[in-house]
T-cell receptor, first 113, second 114 residues
Framework: GENVEQHPSTLSVQEGDSAVIKCTYS??????FPWYKQELGKGPQLIID?????GEKKDQRIAVTLNKTAKHFSLHITETQPEDSAVYFC????????????FGSGTKLNVKP | DTGVSQDPRHKITKRGQNVTFRCDPI?????LYWYRQTLGQGPEFLTY????????KSRLLSDRFSAERPKGSFSTLEIQRTEQGDSAMYLC????????????FGSGTQLSVL
């Protein structure tokens, strides 16, 4: 099955700086890559996603890039704010088994005011 | 659209007891998923339903676990003879069922087995 690895496991940045979280995947058939934000005591919330026919997608301060050849994708958060502090998860699913999502182990982002 | 609702939010039980969790998906979503999340890890797939049919189960779902979605709306996840290793957050999610459709999660049920 698919294996998704995520790093770093923790990331601390100063408010206003940028944060980058990286994920790699193993199955070349993976074609959908969502990112989730999870706050303490809550379920994961979808914040952005990208499909394999697109190399980059941006939504205000967050962006995701995908390199299919290298099998990695990244989340970029610019102008970080304290409310961005949370655990972020990347995930992948494949066209032949699109109901099953494989998640990374998470990155705890701390934005210091 | 009130989102995915899970009940209870927290459950503390003694080892050997049975527990049941409920999930109400987004009303127009025909796919419903159960995931399990342990501390410091990402969610792990357990099972999913297309309407009332349970179409796939992970090997993580031992025979002590059973999930139902009797009328294609809400779902229940039951764990029989709970073990301490069952302690985790149980997450429910739903989607509208098209390829690569967005997955929406509930807030989860935190299970603690003493």
């Amino acid at each position: 099955g698919e294996n998704v690895e995520q790093h770093p496991s923790t990331l601390s940045v100063q408010e206003g700086d940028s944060a980058v979280i990286k994920c790699t995947y193993s199955d070349s058939a993976s074609n959908y890559f969502p990112w989730y934000k999870q706050e303490l005591g809550k379920g994961p919330q979808l914040i952005i996603d990208i499909r394999s026919n697109v190399g980059e997608k941006k939504d205000q301060r967050i962006a995701v890039t995908l390199n299919k050849t290298a099998k990695h994708f990244s989340l970029h958060i610019t102008e970080t704010q304290p409310e961005d502090s949370a655990v972020y998860f990347c995930a992948a699913s494949t066209l032949y088994n699109f109901n099953k999502f494989y998640f990374g182990s998470g990155t705890k982002l701390n934005v210091k005011p | 659209d009130t989102g995915v609702s899970q009940d209870p939010r927290h459950k503390i039980t003694k080892r050997g007891q049975n527990v049941t969790f409920r999930c109400d998906p987004i009303s127009e979503h025909n796919r419903l998923y159960w995931y399990r999340q342990t501390l410091g890890q990402g969610p792990e797939f357990l099972t999913y339903f297309q309407n009332e049919a349970q179409l796939e189960k992970s090997r993580l779902l031992s025979d002590r676990f059973s999930a139902e979605r009797p009328k294609g709306s809400f779902s229940t996840l039951e764990i029989q003879r709970t073990e301490q290793g069952d302690s985790a957050m149980y997450l429910c999610a739903s989607s509208s069922g098209t390829v690569n459709e967005k997955l929406f999660f509930g807030s989860g049920t935190q299970l603690s087995v003493l």
